[in-house]
C-alpha cells in the first residue's frame, strides 16, 4: 500500500530534525572544545575572538562586528566561553534552515517557475536531507586521494574547505552570504521583468549583514554581481537599465560598511594595504596550487563539464561560474600586507566558493530535466565524487573532534 504524502512529508521531517540534531550536538562539541581549550588542542582562531568579545585582543581590532556583539549578549547570561559556542552554533544552525529552504525550492520545481507539486518525490524525501548536510560537512578530496599519494600541503589554506570548522566570523557570515547568493540568482532571472522591492531589500539587508559578520562573501559577490550585472544591461540593450539601477543601489549598504570596515586597517601606520603577486601566500602552504584546485572542486568540474549544454540551470551555472572565477582571482594575486600575510584573508572568499559551488553542483546532478534521462556512468562518476568529497569532511571533521589542528 502505497503511503500518503503527509506520511512521506513526516518521514522526510523526522529524517532532517534526526541529522539537525547529531551534527549539531557534534559540532557544539567542537565549538565549546575550542572556546574552552587553550593549549595546542583544539587550534583555532576562537581564543583570539573571546579576548575581542572581552576587549582584551590587542592583535587584531575586528571591524567586523556582528559575531563579536552575539556573544557578547549571551555573554550576560551564560560564561563567555559558553557564549562563544552557543553564538558560533546559532549562526552555524541559521544556516542550515537557509539552505534547507533553498534545496527544498530547486528540488520542488518551485526555483524553476514549475508549479507542480513534487513534495512525494523521493528526491524530496530524503534528498533535502542528504543535501544540506552532505553540503555542511563537504571538504577537499582527503580519501582516498591520501592513500595513493600524501600531497604536500595545507588542508586548510594548501587545499582549503568550504567547511571552515575553526573560524567562527567565516561560519557567522554563512547564513547572509547563503541568503544573498541564492536571491542574486532570483534578481538576476528577473532583472528584465517587474522589480520585486520586497526581495530587493531582504537581499540588501543580507549583503549589509555579511559585510557586518565578516566582508570575505562581500568581497567576491560584488564584483562577481557588477559583472553580470552589466552583463545583462548590454545584452538587454539598456532596456532594463532602471531594474539594473535599482539592483546596484541593493549593494550601497554594504559597501559602506565594508568602507568602514577597511579604511582604518589599511591606513594604519603599520606596513598595511593589498598586495598584488601570484600566489604568493598560497605557494607557502601547497607545491601545486592546479592539484589543490583539483582536490577541491572535482565534483563541480565534471558537473559543470557535464552540463554545458544544461538550459534549465543557465543562469545558475553562469552567475556560480563567474563566482569562482573573481574567488581565484582574489585567492592568487592578493593579499594583505603586513602581519596578516600569512593568514590568506583573500583565500577564505575561494572557500566561500568551494561552498557553494558544492551545493549548485548538487542541484545541477539531482534536480530533474522534463525529457533529458541522466546516463547511468554519469550518475555513477557523479556519486564517486560526490562521496569522496562527503566522506573526506566527514573524516575532517573527525580529525578535528579529536583536538587536531585544522592545518
Same mark, same amino acid.
Given at each position: ?31 565549546? $572544545?575550542?572556546?574552552?581549550? $587553550? ?8 581564543? +583570539? *575572538? ?8 590587542? =592583535? ?8 563579536? +556583539? ?12 559558553? #557564549? ?21 525550492? *530547486?528540488?520542488?520545481?518551485? !526555483? ?13 524525501? *530524503? ?7 552532505? #553540503? ?17 600541503? !595545507? ?9 571552515? +570548522?575553526?573560524? /567562527?566570523?567565516?561560519? %557567522?557570515?554563512? @547564513? ?36 557586518? /559578520?565578516? @566582508? ?6 560584488? @564584483? ?5 550585472? /552589466? ?5 538587454? =540593450? ?21 568602507? =568602514? ?20 601566500? +598560497?605557494? !607557502? ?36 561560474? #563567474?563566482?569562482?572565477?573573481? %574567488? ?41 530535466? @522534463? ?37
Amino acid at each position: 500500500m502505497e503511503m500518503t504524502v503527509s506520511k512521506k512529508l513526516l518521514i522526510k521531517e523526522v529524517l532532517f530534525w534526526t541529522c539537525f540534531f547529531v551534527y549539531t550536538v557534534f559540532s557544539f562539541y567542537l565549538f565549546y $572544545s575550542q572556546a574552552a581549550t $587553550s593549549d595546542s588542542r583544539f587550534h583555532s582562531d576562537m581564543q +583570539w *575572538y573571546i579576548k575581542g568579545v572581552l576587549g582584551t585582543n590587542e =592583535r587584531d581590532p575586528y571591524p567586523y562586528r556582528l559575531f563579536f +556583539w552575539v556573544v557578547g549578549a549571551l555573554n550576560v547570561v551564560f560564561p563567555i566561553k559558553l #557564549s562563544a559556542a552557543f553564538g558560533t552554533v546559532l549562526f552555524n544552525s541559521a544556516t542550515v534552515f537557509i539552505l534547507k529552504h533553498y534545496i527544498e525550492k *530547486y528540488f520542488t520545481g518551485q !526555483q524553476e517557475g514549475n508549479s507542480n507539486d513534487r513534495r512525494s518525490d523521493a528526491l524530496y524525501m *530524503y534528498g533535502t536531507a542528504a543535501a544540506v548536510f552532505s #553540503s555542511l560537512t563537504a571538504s577537499m578530496i582527503i580519501i582516498p586521494f591520501n592513500v595513493f599519494y600524501k600531497f604536500e600541503g !595545507q588542508y586548510y589554506i594548501g587545499q582549503g574547505s568550504g567547511n571552515l +570548522w575553526h573560524n /567562527a566570523t567565516y561560519l %557567522a557570515t554563512r @547564513p547572509f552570504a547563503t541568503v544573498a547568493f541564492f536571491l542574486f540568482i532570483e534578481i538576476l532571472k528577473e532583472i528584465n521583468g517587474r522589480v520585486n522591492i520586497k526581495k530587493y531589500i531582504i537581499f540588501a539587508a543580507s549583503m549589509f549583514l555579511s559585510v557586518f /559578520a565578516k @566582508p570575505t562573501f562581500a568581497i567576491v559577490m560584488i @564584483p562577481t554581481a557588477a559583472v553580470m550585472l /552589466a552583463a545583462t544591461l548590454v545584452t538587454a =540593450r539598456f532596456r532594463n537599465f532602471r531594474n539594473v539601477f535599482f539592483a546596484s543601489l541593493t549593494f550601497v549598504p554594504a559597501l559602506l560598511d565594508g568602507l =568602514r570596515q577597511y579604511m582604518p586597517v589599511f591606513g594604519s601606520d603599520r606596513q598595511s594595504g593589498i598586495g598584488f603577486g601570484f600566489g604568493d601566500v +598560497w605557494k !607557502q602552504y601547497t607545491n601545486s596550487i592546479p592539484v589543490s584546485i583539483i582536490l577541491c572542486f572535482a565534483f563541480t568540474i565534471y558537473i559543470f563539464i557535464c552540463n554545458l549544454k544544461n538550459k534549465d540551470h543557465r543562469i545558475l551555472m553562469l552567475f556560480s561560474f #563567474s563566482f569562482l572565477i573573481v %574567488a581565484l582571482f582574489e585567492g592568487v594575486f592578493l593579499y594583505e600586507k603586513g602581519i596578516r600575510m600569512p593568514d590568506g584573508n583573500f583565500l577564505q572568499g575561494y572557500l566561500h566558493a568551494m561552498f557553494f559551488l558544492f551545493i549548485v553542483s548538487l542541484i545541477i546532478w539531482l534536480t530533474k530535466n @522534463p525529457g533529458k534521462k541522466k546516463s547511468i556512468l554519469y550518475n555513477i562518476f557523479a556519486a564517486l565524487l560526490f562521496l569522496m568529497h562527503t566522506v573526506s569532511g566527514i573524516w575532517y571533521f573527525i580529525h578535528l573532534i579529536q583536538g587536531n589542528s585544522f592545518y
